[in-house]
């Protein structure tokens, strides 16, 4: 059994920053790409960021030059550093991660619960 557990998530004033940490615990054999995606009411949820097991990164058009995807091998853990935050990041943020837990199974996906990111003044 896999779980993702995200933390950091809060209200922050339009131009703040926050960082999103999610940690993934249970019977781990690999972890392949991580990822982070949100959903704001009455919208799909949709792709932030997400980051493969070599480094390599993608971004969402509306989140470059703001968000910054980083994660720790060692810990099974991935995150997510918003700057300068605008009222249209306001969402729920997901962790995403494909992972295995036996060899001889190929990945599966899991999510996290949810954290609430809120920017408002």
């Known amino acids: 059994q896999v779980q993702l557990v995200e933390s950091g998530g809060g209200l922050v004033q339009p131009g703040g920053s926050l960082r999103l940490s999610c940690a993934a615990s249970g019977s781990i054999v690999t972890i392949y790409s991580m990822g982070w995606y949100r959903q704001a009411p009455g919208k799909q949820r949709e792709l932030v960021a997400i980051i493969t097991t070599g480094g390599s990164t993608n971004y969402a058009d509306s989140v470059k030059g703001r968000f910054t995807i980083s994660r720790d091998n060692a810990k099974n853990t991935v995150y997510l550093q918003m700057n300068s935050l605008k009222p249209e990041d306001t969402a729920v943020y997901y962790c995403?991660?494909?992972?295995?837990?036996?060899?001889?199974?190929?990945?599966?996906?899991?999510w996290g619960q949810g954290t609430q990111v809120t920017v408002s003044s």
């Open positions: 995403n991660a494909g992972i295995t837990t036996h060899i001889l199974l190929p990945p599966k996906e899991y």
